[in-house]
């Protein structure tokens, strides 16, 4: 069961009357008084005190923006990734290592082994899933997540790299 919380004193509703006046947020009230916010609000709203909100607006609004800006650069990031991957894809020759009877043999396969391009492919999809995500927290506040072009994208890779690869097995 919780503790029934210790009253303001005399002394303390004067500090408290005090403070306010001088201007000082209700936190900066609680840390002087030694007390809890929440207790500093109850006695403040018996007093008829208010504080004003609009330095704490202003410092909410200015992290939105900052995460906001942030995850832009994540979603380039994640963009440029997608871009550097597909072009990796697309390059037409690979040079590859594999061991052979404890001996590493290099070659040149004009083509990415099915698992290494599913692998690739996999990570291609996540990131764009991801970047569409990180978007859709800017618009609409999710309501475009559904149709964006981006998930659509992501989506018609990995069906057209299952649609080319079903049953095949590529061997070095």
Do not use: C
Request: zero cysteines; proline letters at 3%.
């Amino acid at each position: 069961m919780a503790e029934a919380p210790v009253p303001f004193s005399d002394e303390e509703i004067a500090e408290l009357k005090r403070l306010h006046g001088l201007g000082l947020s209700r936190n900066r009230i609680a840390r002087e008084l030694g007390r809890s916010g929440r207790a500093v609000s109850v006695h403040s709203d018996r007093l008829g005190l208010t504080y004003d909100r609009t330095l704490t607006a202003a410092a909410t609004e200015a992290k939105m923006q900052d995460a906001k800006a942030r995850r832009a650069a994540i979603i380039e990031q994640l963009y440029d990734t997608v871009e550097e991957e597909l072009a990796y894809l697309n390059g037409g020759r690979y040079d590859l290592v594999e061991v052979s009877a404890g001996t590493a043999v290099k070659y040149s396969p004009t083509r990415l082994p099915a698992q290494d391009r599913k692998a690739l492919l996999t990570g291609i999809g996540s990131a764009m899933a991801t970047a569409t995500r990180l978007e859709a927290l800017d618009t609409n506040n999710g309501v475009d997540e559904g149709i964006s072009l981006l998930g659509q994208l992501a989506t018609g890779l990995t069906a057209a790299y299952n649609a080319m690869n079903e049953g095949a097995g590529d061997a070095p």
